[in-house]
């Protein structure tokens, strides 16, 4: 009875074996890039939002020189391709109501501009 070496049997597994880790690798660290440009995102929102209600504070404690506030695009550095905007809007009610749009808007690297929105009415003294 003749027996059959079989050889290269063993290197092919570990072959496969690398393979199958590669892929797992790659799939961690794509993971890991989504999440961080998932937590850039979320920051960046959180700082817009601080920024308007920021805003609108410094408007209700001078709301004497309510038009000294009003601006058409300030730059903002603490946002990548930032900017604030500050309007006032027309509304029927009230006359000593005074209703402002604030928008801070940015761009993240690679990607469309994002913008927060806040409405806030302010009163006259």
């Given at each position: 009875m003749l027996t059959q070496r079989q050889t290269g049997f063993s290197m092919i597994e570990v072959l496969v074996a690398i393979l199958i880790f590669a892929f797992g690798i790659l799939g961690m660290v794509g993971l890991q890039a989504a999440s961080i440009r998932y937590q850039t995102d979320a920051k960046?929102?959180?700082?817009?939002?601080?920024?308007?209600?920021?805003?609108?504070?410094?408007?209700?404690v001078d709301r004497v020189n309510l038009t000294g506030h009003l601006t058409t695009g300030t730059s903002l550095s603490s946002l990548p391709g930032g900017t604030l905007v500050i309007e006032k809007i027309d509304v029927d009610a009230d006359p000593k109501t005074n209703r402002l749009r604030i928008t801070v808007s940015w761009t993240p690297p690679g990607d469309d501009t994002h913008s927060h929105v806040l409405i806030a009415d302010v009163n006259e003294n």
């Open positions: 960046s929102r959180i700082d817009a939002s601080v920024i308007a209600q920021d805003a609108v504070a410094r408007i209700w």
